[in-house]
């Protein structure tokens, strides 16, 4: 399994010495849910000061009165020959296609990446990567990789996405109770109290679980098995902690990874009952 990092600062060259095989970088006014975009500019210096894996990310809604700068931007990351684009909505894959472009791309659709049938079906229309879902158990995580040829991407470690909503949900709020918003609050559900991050933008308000999840433990099995691709987020750590992570995967320390993450495992072993199917 090939590891890529998804950062929160400027160091992806040092991130990049002690492990990582290639980075992620959410496009500007193309990406949501990240706390870190690039320009196109960033990008091209990417390529131009290391040879390692190039991934960009292209996740939000496309409206009409985008669709010129969003071919623009393709082409460019064409030219650039960006390993591959995670992408969300279809307007991506159709100026893909309708322009001939080279372009690998990766079905990024959050929580609907949960079986083979799906994964075969943008296979077979050329779209040759998919970024699992975090909603699904080991098993099927297993089971999909058996039954498709697409290579699969997967949070290995970070705070998923629970939530996206294009309205300013921390405005409305602190408006309300005559507050200024936060760049980061923490809420608890009352019933359950589970704890969300929650993070608004220009692109609206993102909810984030609060807890951390943390694959260490399916770690070996999944690369055994033929998972291509393993995600690393920095999230709130640290430089020197975040060089740590990586390197306890790269030289696999799980104890260590452990220690660094906690033992969040997700729905590795028990199915959700909000999954789509």
Do not use: W
């Not at 002690?18 to 990008?43: A, C």
């Not at 409206?63 to 650039?80: A, G, R, T």
């Not at 390993?83 to 690998?104: P, R």
Request: proline letters at 1%; one cysteine or more; hydrophobic letters at 40%.
């Amino acid at each position: 399994m090939k590891l890529l990092g998804v950062i929160r600062d400027n160091s992806y060259l040092e991130y990049l010495e002690v492990g990582l095989d290639g980075m992620i970088l959410p496009l500007e006014k193309f990406s949501v849910d990240y706390f870190k975009y690039y320009s196109i500019y960033d990008i091209k210096e990417y390529k131009n000061n290391t040879d390692k894996l190039l991934f960009v990310v292209i996740n939000k809604m496309i409206f009409n009165n985008e669709l010129d700068n969003l071919l623009k931007v393709l082409k460019e990351l064409d030219s650039i020959e960006v390993d591959g684009v995670f992408f969300y909505d279809l307007a991506v894959f159709n100026l893909v296609k309708e322009n001939n472009l080279s372009l690998n791309l990766i079905f990024n659709s959050t929580h609907m990446v949960t079986n083979s049938e799906t994964i075969n079906l943008y296979y077979d229309l050329g779209i040759e990567g998919a970024y699992l879902s975090n909603e699904i158990t080991k098993k099927e995580i297993i089971n999909i990789r058996c039954n498709v040829k697409s290579d699969l991407f997967i949070l290995l470690l970070g705070n998923p996405v629970v939530a996206m909503s294009r309205r300013g949900l921390l405005t409305s709020y602190f408006i309300n109770k005559n507050k200024s918003k936060d760049d980061l609050i923490t809420i608890k559900e009352p019933k359950t109290g589970q704890e969300f991050l929650v993070r608004e933008d220009d692109n609206g308000t993102t909810f984030f679980y609060n807890k951390r999840l943390n694959l260490s433990k399916v770690y070996l099995e999944l690369s055994k098995c033929g998972i291509n691709y393993g995600i690393i987020e920095q999230g709130s750590y640290s430089k020197y902690e975040y060089k740590q992570l990586i390197d306890s995967f790269a030289n696999f320390d799980k104890k260590k990874i452990d220690s660094l993450a906690g033992y969040n495992r997700g729905f590795l072993y028990r199915e959700t009952i909000y999954k789509v199917k």
